[in-house]
């Protein structure tokens, strides 16, 4: 039996109909946030005078005992339950006989489920952030770890200059920055709560959605009725921030991927992070990056996929809408699977610096020093290029070793030939946010502040202090 059947006739729906229709499967992971909503709403129930302060208790300790059976495992299901909504009106009705009947007084499932799922979202887009900021941590202690080593930092995958490597770590180190932003800013903005808008409309009874917003921990509750049950912005705003992020993680797998090469051999995994091959004995595989680079595709695939299916509705609630859940459940869970094995393998993996460093220390790396020297020497930039660029296509195509070539050029000579030597280049990018140890020393420090504000954000989002400091919690 359905919990619409008034108006149906005896033979009830067809199998067909359930099978391809109900959510429970997948939105039961709402328990918590359906059984909170319904506590919320019989409280304005009876403040509105609707419930009597006894038939609020008895619902109240029905609701309990359906909390108890779930949290057990203990819940039977029955077969007309479509989604979790109406599988727990329907055990509180068993339990609570025409009590529990009132449950449902003035409101619908329609903004019931967008209530629910406001509630997951605010919940789950903090723990995802959380953890965000701990990948972050453990990049920046990387940083901090690494001191002046440094790398061949790469455009279009060629060497050009070199950098440090705390600097390459922060650079996704602000991206997640960037990306926890995001998270909270999504996250406040979906602090609303849609319940008291009924199917669409609101209702003739004495509802009291500021109350019950309040209740719930809402900042505020909704503008507009048809919004309130109609709109799922909020999820899609949710899963373009979990692409994106997952974008990110996936550029940092790439070069996971690259850096474990023989050919690169920058990076070393911990064994625990490393997994091997069932035909070749000697291999050891990224998978860990490699699936945060593949897995970004789905994620990606879940925010188109919710556009596409908002884009045709019409106001107000449409069933449609019952595909915002398992795209938004999927990338939570991908997301916050992602951040946790890449932490685990950024903190424990062993960066080869002699390799690195013996990679950045090529005389051409030097090549726009030698052009800086001659543009303080007063020579205009473009012609400072093209007397470097001479001189490396000299030296390639002579074999002679571009520091003789340096050396016995009149407008540079034996000064010049200082900058080619190992370790010089990185130190002379001293500019503000630059690659070399003095700007990193200050980024260092400001990414320090960075975490301790992100800190804070969170602790006042999630109403409970966190580890204020910076270390790891594993
Ligand atoms: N399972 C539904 C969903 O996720 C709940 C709302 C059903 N509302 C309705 N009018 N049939 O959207």
Known sequence: MTLWHGRFGDGGPAAELLAYTVSLPFDRRLAPDDLACSRAHVRGLERGGILTPDELDVILTALGQVQQELEGDSFVFAPGDEDIHTAIERRVTELAGPTGAKLHTGRSRNDQVATDLRLYAKRELL?????????????????????????????????????????????????????????????????????????????SLPLDPDGVAVDLGFAGRFENSLDAVADRDFVAEALFDLALLGVHLSRLGEEIVLWTTEEFGFLHLADAYATGSSMLPQKKNPDIAELARGKSGRLIGHLTGLLTTLKGLPLSYNRDLQEDKEPLFDAVDQVGLALSALNGLMATSRFDIDRMQAAADTPAAAAVDLAEMLVSNGMPFRD???????????????????????????????????????????????????????????????????????????????????????????
Do not use: C, I, M
Request: hydrophobic share 40%; aromatic share 2%.
């Open 127 to 203: 723990a995802l952030a959380e953890r965000v900021r701990e990948l972050e941590t453990t990049l920046f202690e990387r940083a901090l770890e690494v001191g002046d080593a440094y790398l061949p930092g790469y455009t279009h995958l060629q060497r050009a200059q070199p950098v440090l490597l705390a600097h390459h770590l922060l650079a996704h180190g602000w991206a997640l920055g960037r990306d926890l932003d995001r998270l909270l800013a999504t996250r406040e903005r979906l602090d609303v709560s849609p319940l008291g808008a009924g199917a669409l409309a609101g209702s």
């Open 384 to 474: 400072a290029h093209t007397v470097v660029g001479g001189l490396v296509r000299d030296s390639l195509a002579r074999h002679v070793p571009l520091a003789e070539l340096v050396e016995a050029h009149p407008a540079l000579g034996a000064p010049a030939v200082e900058l080619l030597a190992p370790g010089v280049a990185v130190h002379r990018r001293t500019t503000p946010g630059g690659a070399g140890p003095g700007p990193v020393t200050v980024q260092l420090g400001r990414f320090r502040s960075h975490l301790a504000t992100q800190g804070e954000r969170l602790n006042r989002a999630s109403g409970a202090p966190v580890s204020g400091k910076t270390h790891r919690s594993r």
